[in-house]
Each structure stands twice: as structure tokens, then as C-alpha cells.
């Protein structure tokens, strides 16, 4: 078992519409969750971080985080094509090191 | 502007032939690490640094050095490169006053080992 699991994709959703990605970790010692946005050979930007069980919103971005089922999911709502690319869920277990889930690709449809 | 610079952004060389990557930040950041991404893989960890002479192995470091005598700079050494090192690599940098604070990447280096 992966200790950062993701669908690979492609997810394909219409313009517009809410793309929910979503994210399995298996160390419940978990501390801190990010999603960031990696397009086709540029370097992951974040999106967003998560430390506490429930949900974060910024703009278009809700995070949600429950640690009792161990997953954490990202959601965007009014999609768009500009968002298409591949969405990566990075865990920290309370130490320095992160480990990163293979990333999911999401497709916009125009 | 605030950024993590590393340097070749591409290289093509041959096995054995020592090769250093570099990686600059000017954010002040005190937290550094170095990753590699191979398709199907995702993102793996080599090394990272918590600060001034201080770094340790991630979960790929075979192959690789690392040393941080300024806090700006993290290279990292590949002394004797093979061709399953062929890879995409980050350079990444955090504030890293605790271990949650989001990571900041590099462009990335390509490099080729034939």
C-alpha cells in the first residue's frame, strides 16, 4: 500500500462544473496536507494547506480533511480550462519529510 | 522577486562524470529539500535540510550528497551518476520554523545520464 494514495485520471469534468480530487494517507500520525498544481513540465505551485479536521476555502478551493477516515480531498468549484493540469496531495507526518501521492490529472472541457 | 534558482536546467552527460545541481533561495527560508519525479512515481524525496549543516536522508537518497554551508545554497551531488538517475528534479525551500509550512519549488532540472 502507497502511503499517499491518488487516482491517476484523467478526471474529465465540463467548464464550470465542481472537480473534487481526493487523496488516501495511511500513517495516521499525519500532521499537515497540501494540494498543489503541477501543469504539463513546469514545477508544483501550492494550492492549499490543511492542518485541521474539517474544511478551508480560498476562492474557488475547498479543502476538506478528516483524519479519522484518513483522506483529504480538494474540490473546485466553476472549473475552468485554465485548470486543468495535475493535482498532487503531499502529506507531512510531523517531521521534516513529505511524501507526495503520484498526482491526479484533471481535464477541463471547454 | 522571491524564488528557489537552480542551475542547469538541462543536462545530458554520461555515467561516472560527476555533476552537481545548485539551488539557490533568497527568502531567507531555513528549510530546503531536494526531490526527483519519474513518471509513475510522483514526487520522491532525496534530501532535505533543516538549516545551516544540518540534512538528512529522505526516502531516495542512494547515489546522492547534499551539503548546506550557507543557508541560501543546497547543491546536490551526484559523484558518480547512473542512468537510473535520469530524472526531473526540484529544489524546494519552506520557512521551516515547524515541519508544516508549504514547500516552494524551483523550475526543475532535467538531467539525462546516457
Known amino acids: 500500500q502507497k502511503e499517499v494514495e491518488q487516482n491517476s485520471g484523467p478526471l474529465s469534468v465540463p467548464e464550470g462544473a465542481i472537480a473534487s480530487l481526493n487523496c488516501t494517507y495511511s500513517d495516521r500520525g499525519s500532521q499537515s496536507f497540501f494540494w498543489y498544481r503541477q501543469y504539463s513540465g513546469k514545477s508544483p505551485e501550492l494550492i492549499m494547506f490543511?492542518?485541521?479536521?474539517g474544511d478551508k476555502e480560498d476562492g474557488r478551493f475547498t479543502a476538506q480533511l478528516n483524519k479519522a477516515s484518513q483522506y483529504v480531498s480538494l474540490l473546485i468549484r466553476d472549473s475552468q480550462p485554465s485548470d486543468s493540469a495535475t493535482y498532487l496531495c503531499a502529506v507531512n507526518r510531523g517531521t521534516y519529510k513529505y511524501i507526495f501521492g503520484t498526482g491526479t490529472r484533471l481535464k477541463v472541457l471547454a | 522577486e522571491a524564488q528557489v534558482t537552480q542551475n542547469p536546467r538541462y543536462l545530458i552527460t554520461v555515467t561516472g562524470k560527476k555533476l552537481t545541481v545548485t539551488c539557490s533561495q533568497n527568502m531567507n527560508h531555513e528549510y530546503m529539500s531536494w526531490y526527483r519525479q519519474d513518471p509513475g512515481l510522483g514526487l520522491r524525496q532525496i534530501y532535505y535540510?533543516?538549516?545551516?549543516?544540518?540534512?538528512d536522508k529522505g526516502d531516495v537518497p542512494e547515489g546522492y550528497k547534499v551539503s548546506r554551508k550557507e543557508k541560501r545554497n543546497f547543491p546536490l551531488i551526484l559523484e558518480s551518476p547512473s542512468p537510473n538517475q535520469t530524472s526531473l528534479y526540484f529544489c524546494?525551500?519552506?520557512?521551516?520554523?515547524?515541519?508544516?509550512?508549504?514547500?516552494?519549488f524551483g523550475d526543475g532540472t532535467r538531467l539525462s545520464i546516457l
Open positions: 535540510s533543516m538549516n545551516v549543516e544540518v540534512t
Open positions: 524546494a525551500s519552506s520557512v521551516g520554523t515547524s515541519s508544516n509550512q508549504p514547500q516552494h
Open positions: 490543511i492542518y485541521s479536521n
